[in-house]
């Protein structure tokens, strides 16, 4: 027979998503445990120094972290707020520079900001300009849970359509186009399967406000490993998961590198999708 269950919840990886997940439901009372294979917490939230100088793995800069705007809400609900070391950025959150062009385009914070530093550049092309920001407002207003709401009815019914092909329908300007999706390695943008909505997420939340972590952003990770075993949970480094069993269609258990089975009600992957996959695929 296994032993009793442990834990309320599992959470395999200790990346953003996996300890505000945790985060979020120990402050709700449930007895959660992270597994993280790796080291250090964090995922992408790790940093590395050379000669003195801290560089981000991953999360360079955030948006959205202003009074009242999404992200600053959630953060603040798990206590990051009052303790994150923040630094606004310039005006111009991104420069784009464009093959021999000498001219640095801007993508400024504010839509107003934004829409005058990119007419300035294109001053022919200001009605797009402004197309093109109505556009991303429109799409992001259709995701209830990016704006903090749970009404399913208003869940976004768009129809995929590329981010190149909602650009280019906006604009004919090549080297318009081109700086609208001038920070595509964001999101790992391909130029025709990239969703607009991806996109415009992500732009959006930049041009509401951006964010540098001064001294790096591995310290979102190190509030949210403190404030989980604050909370009563567990988290533990250096234990990979490389097995996950499942019982009647139910997931009972996971298997860590050294052999030990844990148990839980209930089970919360943050590996990346494919890694997941590779996992179940072992029965
Ligand atoms: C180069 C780069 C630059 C980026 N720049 C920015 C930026 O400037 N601003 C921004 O907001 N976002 C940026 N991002 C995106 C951001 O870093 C990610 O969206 C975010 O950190 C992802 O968090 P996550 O929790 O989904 O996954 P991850 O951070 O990938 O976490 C997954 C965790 O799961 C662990 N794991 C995997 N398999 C197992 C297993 N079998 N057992 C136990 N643990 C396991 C991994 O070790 C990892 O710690 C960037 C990403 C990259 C790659």
Redesign the pocket.
């Known amino acids: 027979m296994l032993p009793a269950k442990k834990y309320d919840v599992i959470i395999?990886?200790?990346?953003?998503?996996?300890?505000?997940c945790a985060n979020i439901l120990a402050l709700k009372g449930l007895k959660v445990c992270v597994?993280?294979?790796?080291k250090?917490?964090?995922?992408?939230?790790?940093t590395f120094a050379r000669d003195k100088q801290i560089f981000?793995?991953?999360?360079?800069?955030?948006?959205g972290l202003e009074k009242g705007q999404t992200l600053y809400q959630i953060f603040k609900y798990v206590g990051l707020m009052e303790r994150l070391k923040l630094e606004k950025m310039e005006e111009c959150f991104d420069k784009i520079l464009i093959g021999e062009d000498a001219n640095i385009y801007c993508q400024a914070q504010g839509y107003e900001s934004f829409i005058k530093h990119l007419t300035k550049s294109f001053p022919e092309e200001e009605d797009n300009i402004i197309s093109y920001c109505d556009k991303v407002k429109e799409i992001c207003a259709s995701f209830p849970l990016y704006n903090l709401m749970l009404n399913a009815d208003a869940s976004y019914k768009g129809n995929n359509e590329s981010a190149e092909a909602t650009i280019a329908s906006i604009t004919n300007n090549k080297k318009l186009q081109a700086i609208l999706a001038g920070n595509n390695?964001?999101?790992?943008g391909e130029a025709d399967t990239t969703p607009f909505h991806v996109h415009a997420l992500?732009t959006n939340?930049y041009i509401e406000s951006s964010w540098k972590c001064v001294g790096g952003?591995s310290q979102i990770a190190k509030i949210l490993v403190a404030n989980i075993r604050k909370h009563g949970g567990e988290i533990f480094r250096n234990?990979?998961?490389?097995a996950i069993s499942e019982r009647d269609g139910m997931i009972t258990d996971v298997t860590i590198a050294d052999g030990e089975i844990l148990r839980s009600k209930y089970f919360i992957s943050?590996?990346?999708p494919p890694?997941?996959l590779r996992?179940l695929l072992l029965h």
Do not use: C, P, W
């Open positions: 395999i990886g200790s990346g953003l998503g996996g300890l505000l597994l993280e294979k790796n250090q917490f964090g995922g992408n939230l790790q981000d793995t991953g999360v360079h800069y955030i948006g390695l964001l999101y790992a992500i939340s952003g234990r990979e998961v490389i943050n590996m990346h890694q997941l996992l």
